[in-house]
């Protein structure tokens, strides 16, 4: 597929007419488009699909086996296939639409969805400048890269790229740039860390040493003194935080080892890190996806 940001994208459309011209247009561009109805949101289940009888995906959750013809199961109808859009099974949705919208991480994209005037002000602090498209309310900031949505990052901000769609209101302006980690970042959330010692793992946690690091370039007071200074960093954290900060200490540790020629026991550390937040009370899956996506981050590629 061509890529997005090089791709010629229509304009909005401006009346009913339009929806289905600008729903071709996007496709041939290779970005998966799908009708919206009134109230801005996707068609419902079809009879056949309702409640899950088709045994797919009824709650737009996760994929399934379901090949329902109609405009099914919210985001995941999106199709970039011009057949489908002009199917007659189609037909209906569209003579009924208001708008159209498309699914991010099909064209290998993330928005970041700034629902108003505070929202759009802190990502102009923020966030690197990307491509840029109005909204009733707020702005999209439009990243080459995909990663899991989320809603609530921060108030205002939502994530959309897997699993979601967003509302198509035109090509925007600005030069489209890569999905920076900081975007990456707002998606790993932890529930607020509960009193500590509520949450205890017997895992066996392993510990860095020279053992397991036998290709690294750095002496063992290097690494040992950033890792414990990592530590105590997320252990302050004791009422809430310290998922962001094992994801931000797993980012930096892993990043120092970037020219090393391996292996340098990155997996000995990650372990060490999830347990300093384990023991303030994040729970362990949190604490594990958080150092997972911090280091799967400083190597370039998505957890």
Known sequence: MTPPSKIPLPRAASTDGDLLHTALALATAGVPVLPLRRGKVPFGNCRACTDGACG?????????????????????????????????????????????????????????????????????????????????????????????????????????????YARWLGPGSGTMTALPPVVRHLAVKEDTTPPRGAVVSSSPRARWGRTVATGCRHTETYVRTGLERGLTKVRSHTDSGAGSQAFGVAQFLASQHARCPGPCGLDAIGEEIMAAAVSVGVPEHYARRAVTNGMATAQGRAA
């Open 56 to 164: 797919g995906r009824p709650h737009m959750k996760c994929a399934g086996a379901c090949q329902c013809p109609g405009v099914c199961h919210g985001w995941a109808a999106a199709t970039a296939d011009p057949t489908v859009l002009t199917s007659p099974a189609w037909a209906p949705a569209w003579r009924r639409a208001v708008g159209v919208a498309y699914h991010p991480a099909g064209a290998g994209l993330t928005v970041v969805d700034l629902d108003d005037a505070h929202a759009v002000a802190w990502a102009r602090r923020t966030l690197p400048l990307t491509r840029t498209v109005a909204t009733t309310r707020g702005e999209h900031w439009i990243y080459l890269g995909t990663m899991r949505s989320a809603n609530a990052v921060r108030p205002g901000v939502d994530i959309k790229s897997h699993m979601s």
